[in-house]
């Protein structure tokens, strides 16, 4: 069976504290969990540490450590089965490259598409060993 919304639990990483902001009210607005928004790229890998949550969002260019270095170290660091969903107003065929070569599960372009990150999330949450394109 698979499990509810409420239950996939996910962290936000973007250097922009109000588009973390909106992005984490449309997420609960669509029943699923966010348990925490980091704004500062030297925390992140850290705070999804600490939440331990089953999908990170994290936005790509960010000062000092790229969200492409952020998914090496949580590859790296971190065994569970974390999805990792870039979510970046980079979106050249290459950029996608880079995302999946650093470890992430998806690359979806800035703004979020709701319906597109609506039906990531359910896939993620009715197979969670699956990684979505």
Not at 4 to 30: C, F, H, P, S, W
Not at 76 to 98: F, H, M, R, T, Y
């Amino acid at each position: 069976m698979a499990a509810k919304r409420n239950q996939l639990r996910i962290v936000i990483v973007d250097d922009n504290a109000d588009a973390t902001y909106t992005l984490a009210m449309l997420i609960e607005r669509g029943g699923f969990t966010v348990t925490a928004q980091c704004y500062n790229a030297e925390e992140a890998v850290d705070c999804i540490k600490q939440h331990r949550p089953d999908v990170a969002i994290l936005d790509i260019a960010m000062p000092i450590i790229d969200g492409y270095e952020i998914a090496r170290q949580l590859r790296a660091e971190i065994d569970s089965p974390l999805k990792l969903v870039a979510l970046s107003g980079l979106a050249q065929a290459c950029d996608k490259s880079d995302a999946r070569e650093a470890g992430f599960d998806a690359h979806l372009t800035k703004p979020a598409n709701w319906q597109r990150l609506e039906a990531l999330l359910e896939s993620f949450l009715k197979d969670p060993t699956q990684a979505a394109a």
